[in-house]
């Protein structure tokens, strides 16, 4: 086995001292049998000419001009000129009648006071001025509670905005407007209960 592989190995050195040999000769042939074409140039395409283009100009249709209906013609009675009046005197105008005084007693409706809507009869506007007032009363109590100094920026804003509260509504209550003292007495009481649990 190792003489076979040796002379194997021989025969391997002379098929690799000839293989560059025959590759320059395949270049070498290869060359001598090639030449250079001249390239000419491609003939331009004909290409057809475009087709026309045609445009038909279209003019709107103009619809012809309509008349503006005729005015109908106007009756108008023609006053009859009396002849025979002009031989009678002319009568002499009468005098303006004067308008009777403006009685000082009476108020002008312009001057009345307007009247006030009544929501609440006034059997139950009394109950209701007192819950108002009792209302107002505990929030000026838990208002007074409140270590002002110890407040937030909000807290404080929340203080003043309870205080605008009670003196609106008892500026309602005077007017006698319930249900807007009712409303801002609500509101001032729930800001200064919920100042007072801080």
Avoid: W
Wanted: glycine share 4%; hydrophobic share 35%.
């Amino acid at each position: 086995m190792t003489a076979r592989f040796m002379a194997r190995r021989g025969n391997g050195r002379h098929h690799a001292a000839l293989l560059p040999l025959a590759v320059c000769a395949c270049l070498a042939s290869g060359c001598l049998g090639l030449r250079a074409h001249a390239v000419t140039a491609p003939e331009p395409l004909n290409m057809p000419d475009p087709p026309p283009r045609i445009v038909e100009v279209r003019e709107p249709d103009v619809p012809p001009p309509i008349s503006l209906p005729e005015e109908p013609l106007r009756n108008t009675p023609t006053r009859a000129r009396p002849n025979a009046v002009a031989s009678e005197p002319a009568r002499p105008s009468e005098p303006p009648k004067p308008e009777p005084p403006v009685d000082a007693a009476k108020p002008d409706e312009t001057t009345r006071p307007p009247t006030t809507l009544q929501i609440t009869p006034t059997q139950r506007e009394e109950e209701v001025e007192r819950r108002i007032r009792g209302v107002l009363g505990q929030a000026m109590t838990d208002l007074n509670r409140v270590n002002y100094q110890a407040l937030s920026s909000d807290g404080r804003t929340q203080y003043e905005q309870a205080k605008r509260f009670v003196s609106q509504a008892e500026e309602a209550l005077r007017a006698k407007n319930l249900l807007f003292a009712n409303n801002l007495a609500d509101k001032a009481a729930t800001l200064a209960n919920q100042l007072a649990g801080r």
